[in-house]
């Protein structure tokens, strides 16, 4: 996915298909624009009249709610598409939809595939005034995860990431989520990240590129300000890549008890859903240091500024 | 569910999880509003710019697309989540669904559930400015059912149930239908209930105190001022509990014939959706003594009632 | 389906069933009004308050949300009922559930359903303020697909059809498109109607009368002005009545190459969803001659006309 397709020929930002390059101003600009709705506004004439559709491949009802209600505070008009069950049965190309889709009027989309790359090749696809936003895309990315995370993380130890530790728990080789937040914590300039995943579950590219790489949750924990767990897919045990959720749990489950290793005052994440009992206990998704329903909340107030930039 | 878990600290009505225990006036104050909204009236800055979700864990179309409308009549966004084929496939807990949706600044939830008492389960993990309403759970309650069959008496038969002789004929043992409106005729003081259905339909607990309690339609019928008809689920006859639907239409299929012996003004209720030719006959279902359209409409008036008064 | 079902006793419009007897005068009052909500016009007022449901027994993703995003630009609150997988395992008629969720004060259904006639016999259950637009149902009817054709025809080869030469090519047998564009060609004047299948494609009823029937798609392209193409299901290959894909795509595909025979300045259309590489090549599909995206964009402006005229 380049870089440079999601920027208009103006330098304007057209689609948002990742994080990876995203400047900083821009990105900035986003978070700054999302805390302004994270604090009650509301923009009913923004997209009114404007017709956003969400537009998924693979299903994903949490995120589609999350889009659909940032549409709503802004005025737009919602069509909804489950292309995981529907018409792509009868064999027409995720392309064909999209433009068929375009042909309607709809000048947001709202995508999720299961293949890296989809939404950006449909972004090539597009209209000049049609505006794509990545809701993810196989292992590759998820912007607006990216940037909810960053809001939460500024809400919580304030705008400079430069004293920052952050550790990434689990399954970052499969994970768009993990991509994401990297690419957003580089370009915000923490001061330290550590990536921590028994090595099935490392990724064996460029993603880690300047991340402390342990396999020690122990030690990827020790004075850490901010704990981001993965969710680990059932499947990894099913594909032979952890041996057993009990094991995992024992190695990579972030317990009340390992918490203390961290700093007094780390804060911790999960993208959801979770799975309590396996990457994350109880005592800690429901105790005092989880941000983990701030960043459901922060997850609307995200992607109304992403739809406002790209449409408004 | 106790019966003082939907109400706040302060007393008012914040969740609306079952009829029972629900105070007169409350449930008149209820009934009236829902009349107005019968006539017709619409109050689309009720609930203008909040958000409401109809979150189903056993699927039903019609109770969503009824409470949608009122949702609309009332200007709320609406959200759907039919949580019987999303997202719970990947583990998540029906709290942490609800707590994920709520963060999102959902302020509604329409719920349905197979288990008894998970609605009520679930509003003991609300915030304090969410309400609930149970669209139905397990066998235990559909308390907006109880309430537009009580409108649609009313408009039938006045205000004053004190000589109304009432019959429920059907499989009250199964049936949330019934509960809610045992609970809501009591209240409202009907002067007979009967109850009748085979030995197998039959509740085991305390539901029937103070009914009549027949398994002789005929004797049923005699004299009364309403017949409410419940659906008989195909299941009951692959769990041995009626023999064939034969037999149970000779014994408690409500034909022309039989309804003669009900009052000369008797009307004919039923919740839908209806079996024809089990329960009830075509000529008694489209005849002139059926309310069950009524009904109908006065779901979405009775809905628009308890959104408006626990949301606005 | 009878023609003067879809007419009140004031001879007014209340339903969309046919094209076929639809008088001349009111096919072209509706196709100008259609022009004007393509030119960008919306009418949000015109069916404020109103609510409309799609109602499919049949799934068709497209042409539910361009019939969604159509009430939406008219301001209508739309319900969505997927009869196809929900309540009607329960076991209730179609009737049943029209008439159920027409109770709940809906005044317009837009349906599909697989068998031919459904609609009309839907329409004749409704009350009087009901209006119902049939969607597709079997091989009978697509009222809107024929309308948006001709407003597709008429922006590409002016007002009067005087002068043209259409050529239908494909599944004509089991194609409601085919037979509604077939009723609209007819009463706009079309000067001349070819029509081209392989035999075990070719409709056996009264369907043809008047057109110029041919088993050769070159004869049938010859100077043809307009070159309506049908997808061919993958069932007819199934079913024996084509012996394979690449077989019907030699005989019958719209290449290039082939497209050269027709007239200097002719149109390709296609109802989608194309299957592409064997009724269509990817170069014609995509290519200058071709209508197909502007197609789906009048089906909007064309579900506008008719939804306002049927109910505002």
């Known amino acids: 996915m380049s870089t440079s397709s999601q920027f208009g020929a103006d330098g304007r930002l057209r689609h948002l298909l990742t994080l990876d390059g995203l400047p900083r101003d821009a990105m900035v600009a986003l978070l700054d624009r999302a805390q302004h709705f994270a604090d009650g506004h509301d923009a009913r004439d923004a997209l009114a009249g404007s017709a956003i559709c969400t537009l998924f491949f693979e299903p ?11 549409a709503q505070r802004l005025g737009a008009d919602v069509l909804s598409f489950d292309a995981a069950t529907s018409s792509t049965t009868k064999g027409e ?8 889709i375009e042909a309607m009027g709809v000048r947001g989309f709202v995508i999720r595939h299961k293949q890296d790359g989809a939404v950006a090749a449909l972004a090539a696809a597009a209209e000049p005034a049609t505006a794509l936003i990545n809701a993810g895309d196989g292992r590759s990315a998820h912007p607006t995860q990216g940037l909810l995370d960053m809001l939460t993380l500024r809400q919580a130890k304030g705008r400079d990431f430069s004293t920052l530790k952050v550790a990434i728990i689990g399954d970052i080789r499969h994970s768009r989520v993990a991509r994401s937040d990297l690419h957003a914590l ?3 300039g923490a001061a330290e990240i550590r990536v921590c995943a028994p090595e099935s579950l490392l990724p064996d590219d460029e993603t880690l590129h300047g991340c402390h790489v342990t396999r020690d949750f122990d030690e990827a924990l020790v004075g850490a300000d901010v704990l981001m767990m993965l969710r680990l897919q059932r499947e990894r045990m099913e594909e032979g890549l952890v041996s057993s959720l009990e094991d995992y749990h024992h190695d990579y489950g972030l317990t009340a008890a390992r918490l203390k290793r961290a700093a007094p005052d780390a804060v911790v994440m999960h993208p959801g ?8 206990d109880d005592a800690v998704a429901d105790g005092p240091r989880s941000l983990i329903l701030r960043q459901v909340a922060n997850g609307v107030a995200v992607r109304m500024a992403v739809l406002e930039a790209l449409l408004a």
């Open 93 to 100: 190309t995720a392309r064909d939809t999209l433009k068929n």
């Open 186 to 188: 580089r370009t915000l």
């Open 273 to 280: 859903p979770m799975n309590r009992g396996v990457e994350i």
């Open 60 to 70: 994903s009802t949490r995120t589609r709610l999350s889009f659909q209600r940032a």
